[in-house]
Nanobody
Framework: QVQLVESGGGLVQPGGSLRLSCAASGDVDSINTMGWHRQAEGKQREWVGGITRRGVVNYEDSAKGRFTISRDNAKNTIYLQVSGLTVEDTAVYYC????????????WGQGTQVTVSS
C-alpha cells in the first residue's frame, strides 16, 4: 500500500501563485508515475499532469505554460507549481500514483482545496 498526503492548498488571489506538495509513503517501489488531478465543484475530475520516476513530465494541454510538475525521488515527493491563478483554477487538487504493474492510477491522496478569490 501507498499513502499520499497533499499539502499547500489555500486561498490565493487572482494572478497569484502557489506550490502544492504530495509526499508518498509505504510501498513506494510499487509506484512509478505520480501526478495531479483536480476537481472543481460540479465538474468531473480532470488530469492536470504527471511525472515519471525518471522525471519525464506530461501535461494536459490546458495546463501547459502555467503549471510545472517536479519530483524529488529522495523525498518521494512531487510538486505542482501554478502561476497566474484564475478563479477557474479553484478546485480540489488530488495527487495520484500509478502502479508499476498496471500503469493505472492506483493510489489517491485526500485532496487539498485551492480557492482563487479576491
Amino acid at each position: 500500500q501507498v499513502q499520499l498526503v497533499e499539502s499547500g492548498g489555500g486561498l490565493v488571489q487572482p494572478g497569484g501563485s502557489l506550490r502544492l506538495s504530495c509526499a508518498a509513503s509505504g510501498d513506494v517501489d510499487s509506484i512509478n508515475t505520480m501526478g495531479w488531478h483536480r476537481q472543481a465543484e460540479g465538474k468531473q475530475r480532470e488530469w492536470v499532469g504527471g511525472i515519471t520516476r525518471r522525471g519525464v513530465v506530461n501535461y494536459e494541454d490546458s495546463a501547459k505554460g502555467r503549471f510545472t510538475i517536479s519530483r524529488d525521488n529522495a523525498k518521494n515527493t512531487i510538486y505542482l507549481q501554478v502561476s497566474g491563478l484564475t478563479v477557474e483554477d479553484t478546485a480540489v487538487y488530488y495527487c495520484a500514483a500509478a502502479s508499476v504493474r498496471t500503469g493505472l492510477w492506483a493510489y489517491w491522496g485526500q485532496g487539498t482545496q485551492v480557492t482563487v478569490s479576491s
